[in-house]
């Protein structure tokens, strides 16, 4: 059960509702967000909505059967847009985001021809890490906050809003001031401590589906943000772990229809990760749109072949430029037929 | 290695190659086919290809490094037609051909419905079960013989063509009269001695990937039917078994473009299987298509709460005709985009 | 609900029962095996046990609530022993049965010395592969009904049982007068037909896990066989499909006290494709004596690396015997130890 | 390629032996631990050994060609014991270490009459969960640093080690005093930063594997806490996710010989997570034990129907002390069989 309170809600009143809703067997768990004050009652409590919802304070209330809340469709029918400032949104209903960029943050060379290569391409969102989870200690782990800063100026001049990982609980600050978006990896979608405090920042969050990780916990670790009082949430499928080796992952683009039934947050898809082979990565990216992607996020390099990594996945400017072209197209069709909102 | 040789080649001339080959450290097996007699090398031998390239009796000659050899794109680069009869195929190399119908064949009323709803929105393969694999012996196996004969007279008249499962290799003769296309089904992808056996019939076989099946083990699997004497393959993704239960099966759309990458053979989906529910069959079809799918083979019913099995994930034929309808103007953008031919 | 009923019931009688239950919405399945009549009863139907328990000709009674019936535990709470003959059995509630022998038989002399190593260490079951399921159809397919003609004379001369694997329906009769216990392949778990003509023979069949099998399917494939009519069969883990490219497979012990607790049968293991790896085969079959096994099935070959095929995970003369040793002591220890009889 | 240097090896002496190296095409970096000095070589580069062999300062040189070097078995013969102090260790060459507790640490009742069951056992190490990491933000998430505290003074008092998992960075310094052996769980085995912390303080660090993760990851994980300066680690085999869902997860207990080959570090196993079913872990215990483990992790309570988390797979103090009873017995057959030592 979700209950909306009045953010001017007088406590005494608050503390009427709890007692109230404890006493019929709820666990009542206070969520304040920056857009709304609620209480979530857990557990196997019941009660007749009627005999509290017209109680001073609340504005809303909902049943919601399924184990998470806030970020379920059944809380909120209609679909989320997440406002990156300037105009710029990742919407759960309409438009199409895309985001592109390399792998790696490398050099200012690079970060300065990837913008223009955006900018000539109607782009506004380009990803890129500076933080890098390696399997090996040994490997390039990123530039740090020192790229970030150097990357999130020459955005900004140019107009354009970044997406990075975030790693961990003290990067989330450091980094505050030179990111849009804040990335949460395919290892740490279970990183609870670091999703509950990328809870209490007001930039949004994207969160990537962990490496064999379910629909249902993708949405739990969503839960955990918002219900430590962030709304402004994205998800992302960029595949799973299977026994086939064909592929670096296998993309589970039935998760995207899935999810846009279960939840109003705005889910794109990542093709790169997702097939991992650069001649095949535009290919997915169109099947993710008609899968009813609210985005997609691939990687771009002027020359993949010297990347610093994941180059055998990453699409040239030429390549990239092909793509925006046909995914534009693939969107004005997808609108056309309507496809997933019969 | 892959040699085709002349169907009129003198034996003493073919001996003559086989022996050549064999003591340059090849193993030689002879394949003949409806279209062709060749001759497969493997194992590690060494041979200049110029020093027999001229020899009276070969036709053509190429080296395949993968394992699959006949299936392989690196022996005939050009895209395989599958020719139904009556102007209708299933190729890899453009149109885009829709089967639909019933999980199970039920009743003559319910084959004439769906014959009508085919030939109402120009569809010109039906598919449908006589033969039922099920986990359970107390669950319903089918209508056997009787129900193909007579569905296959129905939609003969019709002008519609038929593929429905073969589950033993003692009913490949016994269907023989009454099927356009022998389906094989994901349990039995890898029953080896029914593939050997469908490659001495010269109907086309579709092959289901395997429940747990590997890319290549599906490219193994037609070799088998090819090397038996059969070219007529079609390759069909349903799905994959993941631990992910929010979905039936796993839809591995990775698993076209790169099915396309390494076969010449038509690459089918089968969206109703691949997701396994029925509200978001149309948009995995349509994200199929985009990920370069030759066809789709999908469940409609009339009434898919009545149906006999697999009412979960069937179409009625309203929502069947609006997919198709979706289907054809997503194949034209596709076609027009270019999609994978780059 | 599963009946059994006397033998010799008079038909009228059986009518009247099978009516009676069907009245209440049974679905009733009469099967016969060597061993008893049953009726199956399936469906939503209820009745009062009472009311049927007393009628004449019926035996025994037992509702059985998993949807796999005659192989539950809740049918038949004693354990099965699976009569070889000659005082050979492998059983479900004691003993330990040990299967050995090569991946393939390969030549006269190979067997000889295969069987003098079964003697020299009192093994009495001896594996071996005639028709060899292979990915690709240039593999070595194995030496055929010949070859198990030798075998199997050989073998009886010395008094050692023999299993080996039947593919397809066919060969069943025609293997026959040479085999002592059928072994169902881990592609053909889900071969519903050969399963079916397997419970029309007397001989015992052993059936491996599909090679992403889940636990329940394997019951039900059983119960394929027993409702067939043959009540003679063996389970057998052999690891599974998984993400893990370390091992060859994923040996799943858990399996062993699951299936243990769920069936009468009795459950061996395969340490050689279980993991895959010639030095660790010995440690994972004296862990599936501590887990529970009622046997295991290896592979051996006087010498591995000269083997047509699995050399890679078999053990030589020398490395077997030292494990047969260590797997007796540790039955010992598990049977002191009551293991799993709690 | 790892060198081991002498701790007091003067400073330029250092420079000399990096730069020859980098010179060769060697990416070098230095380690620290509490035990010596390295500098590990990564990347394409070629050197004769016996060309820096004798340089001033090198104690030993060993090329590994695992990508793990310090954690590599190829770079450590013997087997690494790991000292809790009073005696008590976890030893990768002999012994065999119990750590038994509930899942979540709930109250000094608990806490006590728990110490009581280990100390009447025998047992001296005790695990139990104050940060728990739950799918749902609304789940208990345990007592925290209080109920660390108190844990921890009792245990000590009784002569008693502590294992507890810690979940981020933050709780590292926290915990510091009230720990014995910081445990990583399986959805951080691949937070990188928490792995890079726990290398600088200098209590021992168990890392369970990932939810899917592989073998291969694990060692890389645990070459992050070694190469940031902690050579104490243990590893714990706890079940992988598969497709199977009649246990919790699939204990894969082919991973312990492979690791027990790869590593000089321990190995132990929780059959607890591993199979999840509280009737069926003695068995996965002893099987785990055949399998070559160090050690086993299991949990129990004295009324596991009631505790806050896991009672389903959580054994009662009577099956607990059954199990220990049974566990000694195993380990001295498998002392005595020598398992996994040949």
Redesign the interface.
């Known amino acids: 059960m979700i209950i909306q309170i009045d953010k001017n809600i007088d406590l005494n009143k608050q503390v009427e509702i709890v007692d109230k809703l404890t006493n019929k067997g709820f ?1 009542i ?1 206070p969520v304040k967000t920056q857009k709304g004050n609620y209480l ?1 009652g ?1 557990g196997k409590g019941k009660i007749d909505l009627r005999t509290i919802g017209n109680m001073e304070g609340i504005l809303d209330i909902h049943k919601v059967s399924d ?3 806030l970020v379920s469709k059944k809380w909120k029918v209609g679909a989320t847009a997440i406002d990156l400032g300037d105009g710029i949104s990742i919407s759960g209903g309409g438009g199409f985001a895309m985001m592109a960029g390399p792998c790696s943050i490398e050099t200012e060379e690079q970060i300065i021809k990837t913008i223009n290569h955006l900018k000539e391409n109607d782009i506004q969102i380009m990803r890129g890490g500076v933080y890098k ?6 490997a390039f782990r990123g530039l740090g906050i020192d790229g970030l800063k150097l990357w999130y100026d020459l955005a900004k001049e140019a107009g354009i809003k970044i997406i990075t990982e975030v ?4 990067q989330i600050e450091e980094m505050y001031d030179y990111v849009d978006v804040y990335q949460v990896g395919a ?2 979608t ?5 999703l ?1 405090e990328l809870g209490k920042v007001d930039k949004p969050v994207m969160i990537k589906r ?3 990780g ?4 993708l949405l ?1 670790s969503a ?2 943000v918002f ?2 009082g962030n709304e402004n949430i994205i998800l992302c499928e960029r595949g ?8 670096r992952n ?9 999810l846009k ?1 279960k939840t109003h947050l705005p889910v794109v898809a990542d093709p790169s990760h ?2 991992g ?1 650069r ?2 990565v ?3 990216a ?7 992607a609210d985005g997609v996020i691939y990687e771009t390099h002027e020359t993949p072949e010297k990347a610093y990594s994941d180059g055998q996945q990453t699409l040239d400017f030429s390549e990239s430029e ?1 793509l925006i072209k ?1 995914m534009r ?2 969107v004005a ?1 997808r609108d ?2 309507a ?2 909102k ?1």
């Open positions: 666990k768990t979530i857990t184990d998470y809340k989870p390696r399997s090996s200690p040994y790693m961990q609980v003290s290892r740490n279970q990183n609870f401590n670091l509950d962990g490496i064999s379910t629909i249902d916990e739990y839960e955990y219900s430590a799973i772990r299977t026994y086939e080796r064909a592929s296998t993309l589970d683009l039935n998760a995207i229809p899935i039934e997702g097939i082979i001649q095949h535009d290919t997915m169109l099947a993710s749109i008609m899968a009813g092909q046909k197209k693939t069709l056309e037929l496809v997933g019969l």
